[in-house]
């Protein structure tokens, strides 16, 4: 039994060491989409999100390469609609390894 013990540990190490070099071992860029605005936050600075690609790549040359996670304050579709379109800007702007986070539903919402 302690073989097994052993063994899973040696596979999740394992797992665990193909899967960091994935990410160039680089922290992903964390984008905030705000609540009721067009705005972004983005390393402690806000703006507009139509000028977060344009931030991130000329003011704090970042790679286009690096993982960006975009995550959208608030809920519903408008919340849904600012998240792509600040997606869709980081795109334009060449960034290529992005990830959406955002609520499903509204939060206060009940799962049927």
Avoid: Q, W, Y
């Avoid at 970042?62 to 919340?79: C, L, Q, W």
Wanted: hydrophobic share 40%; net charge positive; charged share 20%.
């Amino acid at each position: 039994m302690r073989h097994l013990a052993n063994l899973k540990f040696l596979l999740v190490s394992l797992l665990a060491l193909l899967t960091v070099p994935s990410f160039g071992g680089e922290k992903p860029v964390s984008v905030t989409v705000l609540d009721g605005t067009e705005g972004c936050s983005v390393l402690g600075r806000t703006t507009p999100c139509s000028e977060v690609g344009r931030l991130l790549k000329d003011k704090l040359s970042v790679a286009s390469n690096r993982p960006i996670t975009v995550m959208v304050k608030g809920s519903g579709e408008g919340a849904e609609r600012r998240g792509k379109d600040a997606a869709a800007v980081l795109r334009a702007s060449g960034f290529n390894n992005l990830t959406v986070v955002g609520f499903l539903t509204e939060p206060s919402a009940r799962a049927p």
